[in-house]
Structures are given as structure tokens and as C-alpha cells.
């Protein structure tokens, strides 16, 4: 029973999208998505219950045992990283109707809302399956969507960026593809764990540690691992709010899932322990910094917050090159609880673009006074952004610094407080701007439709920003959840203790 | 084009054997090489020809958009229904054999709707491709 | 030495089809250039694909009388996807092209950023 649902996590958004596809009227097509990913929001809780009791859920697709067929496999870790994604959909969608309706041309909304759910559908699809070309084709189903999505930014320098983001997004898939392969010639198998049971038999080949260096380059661009990141400020920066609420809390997670899925499972851990480790560590601190300083230099909200991400997955690669319990601990923890401060943030972004018409901060100078609701649920999650104990981000960031001061990563301590003091610089821009700056620029008070005043969030907008704040403050504190699927997933990937 | 008689000619005979071999192609795919992906292709191509020798008004008045636009989400639709339908009758997503009560018998009728459902979709994406880019591009 | 160069001729000729569509994709600024470039760098994984499975002698995999060696069909198979995926990033792709033509009224990467950075 449990197994049969756990496949409608993929099957409901591909039966979903084409009925949306051809839905005309935007309140319908809206319903439709809204009620599909709370269902999936539902079904993945619920998978995601069932998991961390030590149970482990095989799905056959077609009834094709492995590793002929393709299989899904799903632990803790699947199961928290579908919770991730559906979760942030169903509160994309409930922010969603308003800032689509002002965004997107009319005739153009429904097909946006299948677009959305394609992506959905990638996103959950990688999370689930143990098939690597089967991770392959569900990559470039969400990689297609969010090109599209991206794309219908109303300024235009969104189809520049979305084009670049296709021409980089499609090198790392090829390479993927290419690393996947390399492995098939190696191993004559593409399921996950096949490979990783017969990895003697072939791990001396060549062809193993080349098909390992494209793998990890390929999902790094997708990731936007520090060298590879320059497509991500601008798609999320010009993408319509929706779709940067979306995407900047999902799209890069679930790649640094994959990342993680294709070093430890199909790769075995000692095949690479002497090489990467360092790179990554290197890479990850390059990043924290850079992207801090980078976030200061910026003068666009979104493209600021945007930056800020690109420091954010240094932390988790940093995590996963620690190799011990705490620090992959912590990248877990990092995936959930980044989604959810950067969700909340882009989703008050996502309000001032909709009544400024603008994310420019010399647009938005005093506007918090104004907002007080958005501004209030603004500062919160930069709370958690920084690590403020009783937030989120203090979770990830402590059990950080425990896996480098337990393995004597002294470099790494010291980046992390940089980091985080740069964090509580770039945090600091946005409050003053948007709080203690005296406003520019007259600004027209009231909007075109009578009463309301320009200083007004909609409802709806706002109850699912302060659902995701409450979330940022509620995780902080009650980790049960969060870390016990988590710290499970980590004991199963490292092997230690079952 | 209109004016060329040779290609009016030859595109009048060709178009009905390309839509002909489109559907062998389409259905003796559970015997021989072939399939919904390759069947698509080839019968977009015909329409394809016609709309190139005949102008795009008039391949637009035998298959109107709104149409094609319904046709490709009614074969993603018959696809996952098959998978969907199989899970139903107790079997796993896409499990063919769980369709009739013989696993053999189930495995055809399964391969050949999925077949129709993807080569559904293929051909009227392609054609739906060509359209809206023709219709973009060309001066008005 | 040259055995093995001869020997393994399908995969020479992969490397330089990849550099070819490579070299297009990093050193043309022309939007559509890029794009091709793109196909032919995909082109060539499909094709490294496609020689993986080749057995020698070997015929298309179906069980018929007379026939013992046959190619191994699923790399060909999973080909059929990646294709499917290639033609929909290249039409994704000339569709932002021609927006970008349509916003800009240019298609060439460097004076799109040269606009950008005026506005």
C-alpha cells in the first residue's frame, strides 16, 4: 500500500500538468496546482514518517526487477528531500495567484502553472528514483521547465539570463550523461545500487575514475558549486517571484542531493576519499566568502539574496567534504533549513516587487516602516540567515562547526564566523534600506485599484511568508523532524551503525 | 511555393505513403523496430511538406493549434492512464502484464497504447514547434 | 601502437565531433552559432552511446532464425531519450533566441551585454 503511493509523488503532477495545460481561466489552473502540491506535500510527510522508522520502500516501475528495470528507492534521505520540495511548492502556490496574475500575461497563466508542475515533477522525480540515466532525464525535465519559467521575467535581461542558464544547464547535463556512460561501459548497469555491490569487480578501470570526474562536474554546475554558479544570481534575480521562491529553495537543494546520492551510493566512499575531500573544502570556503562579498557589493535585493545562496551551498559542500557524522549532519540539516530561510526571503521579496514594481534597494529605501508584516518576517529569516541561535540556520551552522573542530578543519572555523559575520553585513544593507533610509524617489501611494494603498501586502502572500518564518523559528527550536531524518540518512550513507 | 507545379505534384503523391509508413511504423513497433517516437516524427514531416509546398494557412486550417495543443496533452494523458490503469488492476505503475488476465496479451495492449500516447505527443509537439515558430518568424 | 589507435577509431572520431561542438559553444558570440555548437557537443555522447553497444557481427536485437549475436539494444534505447531531450533544450533554446531577437533586436552575446549594461 505504502509502496503504490509513494509512485503517485511522480505520477500525480504528470497525470496534473497536461489537464492543466489546457485549463482556460487562471483561478482554476491555480486550484489544480494548489491542491496538488498540498497532496504531495501530504504524501511525502507521510513517506517520510514511514522511512525514519528503518524501513526502506522499493518501487519496481513495471513490475522490471533491478537492476533490469528501473527502481525506486526511498530512505530517509529521498524522503527528506521530497518533503523539501513539496513542501516549498505548496507554499509557493499558496503565495503564488497575486504576484502571477500581475506577472504573467493572461493567456500565458495556465500553461505557466503546468510548466511549474513539469518542474515539480523533475524536482520529486530525482529525489525518488535509483536509477542513475533515470536521474539523468528527470534533471533535464526540471532543468527544461525552469528555463521556460525563468524566462517569462518581465524585464528582458530574464531571456539573457535564462539562455545562458539553458547553455550552461544543458554542458553539465551532457557531461552527466557522459559520466553515466562511462560507468555503463564500466559496469554494465545503470542501477544504483547494482553498481556500488559490484564496484570491485571494475573500480581499477580508468573509465571509473573518469566517468566519476564528469558526474561531479556535471551536477556541480547544476548545484552551482563556486566556479560553476555564474548562471544562478541572474535567473534568480530576473525570474518572475514565483519562480525564484521556487527555484532558489528547491532547484540547487536537490542537485546537492544528487551530488551527494552519486558519491556515496554509487560511488564508494574510499574511491574518492583521498581526491575531493580537499577540493571540496577548498571550494566550499571560496565560495562562503566570495559569495558574502559579492552579496554586500549588490544593490538589487533579489540579486543580493541571490549571491547569498551561492555562499550557502559552499557551506554544504564544505559539509560533505568534512566526511564525518556532524558535518554531513549538517549539509542535511543545510538543505532543509536554507530552503526554508531563502524561501521566506525571496517570498517578501517577491511582495515589495509586487506593490514597488521594483527590487531595486534605492527603490525600496524606508518602505519597512510601511510594511511593517513583510519587513518584520524579512528580518526573521536574516536572523536565521546569519544563525542566530533559535532560528534554523544556527542548527546547520553548529553542527558544522562541530565536524571541523572534531577532524581539526581550523580554516574552516574561521570561514564559517567570517562568513557569518559578512552574513550579518549583507542582512544589515537590506534593514537599513529598507527601514532606516529616508525614501528617494516620490512614490505614488495608492495603486490603480481604488483603496488600496501601495504600502498593503495582500493576505494570502503574506500568510504564507509568515507560515515559512514560523517554520524558520519552529525547526530552530523542535529539531525532531528535521535532524532525526537527517542524522538517519547520514548513519546509512557513512555506514555507520544501521 | 504555390507556383511550383512539380513539388504541388510529387507532395500530393508523397504525403499520403509518409502518413502510411508513419502508421506502420507506429504499429508493428512491438514486432520490428519502431515506434510512437520515430512514428511522430515521420508523420509530422508530412504535414510538414504540405505546410511548406502549400503555405502555412492552409496546414493551419487542416490541423488548427487549439487541436495539436489538445492532442499532445491527450497522449502524456493515455500514457500515464495506461500506468495508472495497470496500478489499478493491482499491478506496479506501467506494469503491462497486469492489464489482461494473460501476461502476454497484457504486454501487447500495454506497449501499443503507450506507443499510441507518446507518438501522439511526439507528432503534434513537432508539428505545434514548427507552427509557432513559422508563424513568429515570418513577415506578416 | 597503431593497432590501438585503429582499434579504437570510433572513439577518436567521438573526441573530435565533442571538440568540434565544444569549441563552436565557447568561441562564438553569435546566439545561434552557440546553439549549434550545443547539438553537436550532445551529438556526440549520443553517438558514444550508440558505438558502446555495438557487438561485432552482431545484428538488430530481435530473436529470428540463423541470427546468435545480436547488439546490445539499450544504450540505443536510452539514446532515444537523450535525443527527445536534445531537440527540446534546441527548440527551447531558438525560442528564447528569437525573444532575445525580438527584445534586443540582436543576437550577438556581446552587444546584448554592452545594452544590459547601459540600462
Sequence with gaps: ?498 | MQDKLILRVVAKWLIPVIILFAFYVQFHGDYSPGGGFQAGVIFSSAFLLYSLVYGLESAIKVLPDHWLKVAACFGVLLYAGVGVVAMLMGGNFLDYSALASEPVAGQHIGIILIELGVGITVGSVMLLIFFTFARRVLPK | ?119
Aim: hydrophobic share 55%; net charge neutral; proline share 3%.
Design chain 1, 1 to 498: 500500500m505504502m509502496q503504490q503511493i509513494s509512485i503517485l509523488l511522480v505520477v500525480l503532477p504528470l497525470l496534473a500538468a497536461p489537464i492543466t495545460a489546457l485549463v482556460r481561466g487562471k483561478n482554476l489552473a491555480w486550484l489544480i496546482t494548489f491542491v496538488l502540491t498540498v497532496v504531495c506535500f501530504g504524501i511525502s510527510l507521510w513517506i517520510l514518517m514511514d522511512v525514519t522508522t528503518g524501513r526502506v520502500i522499493h518501487y519496481e516501475l513495471g513490475g522490471w526487477q533491478p537492476p533490469w528495470g528501473i527502481v525506486y528507492t526511498i530512505d530517509s534521505l529521498n524522503a527528506l528531500v521530497a518533503l523539501i520540495v513539496s513542501g516549498i511548492a505548496a507554499a509557493t502556490m499558496l503565495y503564488a495567484p497575486r504576484s502571477v496574475e500581475k506577472e504573467i500575461p493572461d493567456h500565458l497563466i495556465p500553461m505557466f502553472y503546468a510548466m511549474f508542475q513539469l518542474c515539480l515533477l523533475g524536482l520529486l522525480g530525482i529525489a525518488l528514483t535509483g536509477d542513475v540515466f533515470n536521474l539523468f532525464v528527470f534533471l533535464e525535465i526540471s532543468s527544461l521547465s525552469s528555463y521556460a519559467l525563468i524566462s517569462l521575467g518581465k524585464n528582458r535581461k530574464a531571456l539573457f539570463a535564462s539562455f545562458n542558464y539553458l547553455i550552461l544547464g544543458t554542458i553539465g547535463a551532457t557531461f552527466f550523461l557522459l559520466g553515466v556512460g562511462m560507468l555503463y561501459a564500466a559496469s554494465g548497469s545503470l542501477n544504483m545500487a547494482d553498481i556500488q555491490t559490484r564496484f570491485a569487480e571494475f573500480e581499477n578501470l580508468q573509465l571509473v575514475s573518469t566517468a566519476l570526474m564528469f558526474i561531479v562536474v556535471g551536477i556541480a554546475l547544476k548545484a552551482a558549486v563556486f566556479p560553476l554558479h555564474s548562471w544562478l544570481p541572474a535567473s534568480y534575480s530576473y525570474a518572475p517571484s514565483t519562480v525564484s521562491i521556487f527555484l532558489a529553495a528547491t532547484a540547487t537543494k536537490v542537485a546537492v542531493y544528487a551530488l551527494i546520492r552519486c558519491l556515496f551510493d554509487v560511488f564508494p566512499m574510499q574511491y574518492w576519499l583521498e581526491m575531493l575531500p580537499t577540493i571540496m573544502i577548498t571550494l566550499g570556503s571560496v565560495a562562503v566568502i566570495y559569495g558574502s562579498v559579492r552579496a554586500i557589493q549588490q544593490t538589487g535585493m533579489r540579486r543580493l539574496l541571490a549571491y547569498s545562496s551561492v555562499a550557502q551551498i559552499g557551506y554544504m559542500i564544505i559539509g560533505i567534504g568534512l566526511i564525518n557524522e556532524s558535518g554531513m549532519t549538517s549539509t542535511l540539516l543545510h538543505l532543509f533549513n536554507h530552503a526554508l530561510m531563502k524561501a521566506a526571503l525571496f517570498m517578501v521579496a517577491g511582495i515589495y516587487l509586487l506593490r514597488a514594481n521594483s527590487t531595486e534597494l534605492d527603490d525600496l529605501y524606508g518602505l519597512g516602516k510601511d510594511m511593517p508584516y513583510a519587513f518584520s518576517a524579512m528580518v526573521i529569516a536574516g536572523l536565521s540567515l546569519i544563525g542566530v541561535p533559535g532560528t534554523v540556520g544556527f542548527i546547520s551552522k553548529w553542527y558544522l562547526l562541530e565536524g571541523a573542530m572534531q577532524t581539526d578543519h581550523w580554516g574552516v572555523v574561521i570561514v564559517i564566523l567570517v562568513g557569518s559575520i559578512l552574513a550579518i553585513a549583507y542582512v544589515w544593507k537590506l534593514v537599513e534600506a529598507l527601514y532606516f533610509a529616508a525614501p528617494q524617489k516620490p512614490r505614488v501611494q495608492n495603486v490603480d485599484s481604488g483603496s488600496d494603498t501601495i504600502a498593503k501586502s495582500p493576505m494570502l502572500m503574506l500568510v504564507a511568508t509568515w507560515l515559512i518564518v514560523i517554520a524558520n523559528i519552529y525547526f530552530g527550536i523542535d529539531t525532531e523532524l528535521s535532524l532525526g531524518a537527517a542524522s538517519d540518512a547520514v548513519r546509512s550513507l557513512l555506514g555507520t551503525g544501521a
Design chain 3, 1 to 119: 601502437m597503431m593497432d590501438y589507435i585503429i582499434g579504437h577509431i570510433n572513439y577518436w572520431l567521438i573526441i573530435a565531433v565533442m571538440m568540434v561542438g565544444m569549441f563552436t559553444l565557447m568561441s562564438r558570440t553569435n546566439m545561434i552559432k552557440k546553439l549549434a555548437g550545443l547539438s553537436i557537443f550532445q551529438t556526440a555522447v549520443i553517438l558514444f552511446y550508440v558505438s558502446l553497444g555495438k557487438v561485432e557481427d552482431g545484428t538488430a536485437p530481435i530473436v529470428a532464425e540463423g541470427f546468435s549475436t545480436y547488439s546490445n539494444p539499450l544504450p540505443q534505447v536510452l539514446m532515444l531519450t537523450a535525443i527527445v531531450v536534445g531537440v527540446a533544450t534546441t527548440a527551447v533554446g531558438f525560442a528564447l533566441v528569437i525573444r532575445i531577437k525580438e527584445a534586443y533586436n540582436t543576437i550577438e552575446e556581446d552587444e546584448i551585454r554592452e545594452l544590459d549594461a547601459k540600462s
